[in-house]
């Protein structure tokens, strides 16, 4: 899946889950994760990691 399918189906801009991907993001709202997760058929501790 694209970046560009992803922000459709959650509703969050490119240029947002860009930052994300690229862990430069400082916050991410739960409802944006669970709406990830959702899209992609994963749990949260799929995405998070801890450093």
């Not at 899946?1 to 709202?29: F, P, W, Y």
Request: aromatic share 2%; with cysteine; glycine share 2%.
């Amino acid at each position: 899946m694209t970046l560009v399918q992803l922000s459709e189906l959650v509703d969050v801009s490119v240029v947002n889950l860009s930052v994300l991907k690229n862990d430069r993001a400082k916050a991410i709202r739960f409802s944006t994760l669970v709406a990830i997760c959702q899209a992609l058929d994963c749990e949260i501790g799929e995405l998070l990691v801890l450093r």
